[in-house]
């Protein structure tokens, strides 16, 4: 990270803080009070758009701690947020748990349902970790349609509505919850990089086999890696499982795993600010087709004009994230960071 | 009994034929073309869309689709992946992933999103002795085991087989040895696209032509790959096999099992034997 001119550290306190300089300090309170504030004057239809951006923070930050800063590959980000959703149903609906405490059991089931699939993972790397996890996403989603007892299978499951002191949460009482979960789960993130245990999944992202000779147990910084990804992912299953109110399988599907990858990829892997960006990227260009597709649709012949419904979200996400692969490898972040030192610089080029 | 056994070979055959067709490029260049299944895909609907709406002769419309797929596949190559050379294992996948997504998003907003049947499906079946073979089964079995016995002969006995071998080890090596590096990937690319297109006519007679396509090369090539080892060809006729008869068998026994027998059979062998059955282990050095 690049400190502004004329702030150098001189402890060692200084050197691990996050957020360094008091302006720093306050554009991250006005960034945050922003960030409740919006949600108090925002129309029906971005309100829902926010807060689902806000639930994908979570999970892409789940992801990021997996991959970002482990190294291990997830493509089965959205059946672990199934698990959380499905937890968070259950024990709300069935044996009658405070919504409050089933936040942190969705997530510690979910959790626990990556350590599962990570133990195969403590063997293999790379592109079977890939395979490992995508069979993870088909069997755990296949689970979920055929226990039909417990899940409802295909039709579906509802959600109580969540309750806050005796009152319904509304729409906006919810969204704000969100940015709560949001605001506290980037604190936990940006913290977990400065423990030991993060440092112990940087060295193992950057090479396997040298942080194993230098005393790294694999075995357990893989399992931790996997839990903490899988517990965000079940955190954010349990704010979209009292968002939508409905739970059903399809909605976790294997195209919502590769949405938070390409989230990481346009946000910039490794890097926590990164992937709120990402986030906010990806979900803005794909709200772009309700503007977008009544252009086309006077443009095209009706025979194609009636398929972009299905087809021209896909077709953007993918487009920029392919791009961002090609052209920006680093992202929106690496992006940024080249601006920021490009401004400091100005007159010179280095 | 033995017409479940029969039909889970066939379709082994065909599962077979399609991690052939992918693995090609892959023990060419080691990119994991996982745009393979919406190439298929895309192929599948062109020679519906000829055979149908525009009305031609089915061997054109076939004719066509194998045109069009052998052409496909290096432009792929040529626009995405060369610009990829030299970057990490995870975002060639990323990206090759997400190009099966813009290409199988591309179909449904030209095709829409429908499932449709070949004119020309044979109907029918055949009868030896007491087993009965649907007919596409039949010719997808066959042509598995014809492409099974080229691609073992090519890159054992050939040259430029043995050049893509090398090229799939080490670039570099492979360039100061004189091989044309670009020319072997780019041959290897056609020759994928060839096989897309057998797959893609095969399995639109055996199954339908539907957008689901995509998720052939994640949901069954992948597995038996693996399952085979990822370098073995004799290994990925063996994994197919296998998980054809596995398949078919689960399905016959326990009701809608069989979506989830490949992923279950491919964790068991990963846990075993990560490297496959044929497969060789991986030797790893800081």
Known sequence: ?350 | MGDVIVQGVCLGGIYALLALGFSIVFQASLVMNLAYGAQIMVVAYTAWWFSSSVGAPSWAAILIAFVASTILSPVIEWVFIRRLRGRDLLSVLIATLMLGTLIRALGILVWGGQAYSYPFTPSGFYEIGPIKVLPAYLFAFIAALLVFVVLFVFFRYTKVGLGMRIVANNHVVAQSLGIKVRQLIQISWVASGLFAAFAAILIGMTNMVTPEMEHLVLGKAMPVLLVGGLFSIPGTLVGGLLIGVAETLGGHFFEGWEQLIPWLFMLVILLIRPWGLLGKALVRRI
């Open chain 1, 1 to 350: 990270m690049e400190l502004p001119f004329g702030v150098y550290n001189t402890s060692f306190k200084q050197d691990l803080a996050v957020v360094r300089t008091k302006t720093q300090w306050v554009m991250l309170i006005l960034l945050v009070a922003l960030a409740f504030f919006l949600p108090a004057v925002m129309p029906r239809d971005w309100l829902s758009w926010y807060t689902t951006a806000g639930i994908f923070i979570v999970a892409a930050l789940g992801l990021h701690v997996l991959l970002g800063l482990g190294g291990q590959f997830s493509m089965c980000h959205s059946a672990l947020m199934a698990v959380g959703a499905y937890a968070a149903g259950m024990l709300a609906g069935s044996h009658g748990f405070p919504a409050w405490l089933t936040l942190p059991l969705a997530g510690i089931a979910a959790g626990i349902m990556g350590m599962a699939f990570a133990i195969p993972a403590v063997r293999i790397t790379g592109f079977y970790l890939v395979m490992v996890t995508m069979a993870a996403q088909f069997v755990i989603i296949w689970v979920i349609e055929n226990l039909r007892s417990w899940t409802g299978g295909n039709i579906g499951m509802s959600v109580n509505k969540l309750i806050f002191f005796g009152d319904e949460v509304g729409k906006v009482g919810f969204c704000w919850v969100v940015v709560a979960v949001v605001v506290v789960c980037v604190i936990l993130v940006k913290n977990i990089q400065r423990t030991n245990a993060g440092r112990r999944l940087l060295a193992m992202r950057d090479n396997e086999v040298a942080a194993e000779v230098m005393g790294i147990n694999l075995f357990r910084t893989k399992i931790l890696a996997f839990f903490i990804g899988c517990f965000f992912a079940g955190i954010a299953g349990w704010l979209w499982a009292y968002q939508v109110g409905y739970l059903n399988p399809a909605q976790f599907s294997f195209s919502l795993s590769m949405k938070f990858l390409g989230m990481l990829v346009v946000g910039g892997l490794g890097s926590t600010t990164g992937v709120v960006l990402g986030v906010f990227a990806i979900q803005l260009a794909e709200k772009s087709t309700d503007y977008v597709n009544p252009l086309l649709s006077d443009i095209l012949p009706s025979e194609i004009a009636k398929n972009l419904g299905p087809s021209m979200a896909l077709i953007i996400f993918a487009l920029v994230v392919i791009l961002f692969i090609i052209l920006e490898p680093r992202g929106i972040y690496g992006r940024v960071q080249r601006i920021r030192l490009w401004l400091a610089m100005h007159p010179f080029s280095f």
